[in-house]
């Protein structure tokens, strides 16, 4: 059984900044990938960004160039780092673990960013 906890949501002004981080316990298999989606009041979830087991990544375009995900693979941990928040970033982050066979969804943090 996996469990996906996600930390660090907040309150922040626009142009702020804040780290979200997602920590993953149990039974992982080492080739997997993982994600961050978010949901917005009224609106469907929706991809964020995305790292490999081996460090590759990809970003929705909205966020490119604002936010960075990584992670570490000693603490079965992912980061996103979010700079240059805008009020249009605000709604709850989801953490998304994946490998052949396993989707695990974390229970999401909010995010709000304040005008």
């Known amino acids: 059984q996996v469990q996906l906890v996600e930390s660090g949501g907040g309150l922040v002004q626009a142009g702020g900044s804040l780290r979200l981080s997602c920590a993953a316990s149990g039974s992982i298999y080492s080739l997997n990938t993982m994600s961050w989606y978010r949901q917005a009041p009224g609106k469907q979830r929706e991809f964020v960004a995305i790292i490999t087991d081996s460090g590759s990544t990809n970003y929705a375009d909205s966020v490119k160039g604002r936010f960075t995900i990584s992670r570490d693979n000693v603490k079965n941990t992912a980061y996103l780092q979010m700079d240059s928040l805008k009020p249009e970033d605000t709604a709850v982050y989801y953490c998304?673990?994946?490998?052949?066979?396993?989707?695990?969804w974390g229970q999401g943090t909010q995010v709000t960013v304040s005008s």
């Open positions: 998304n673990l994946r490998w052949p066979g396993n989707d695990s």
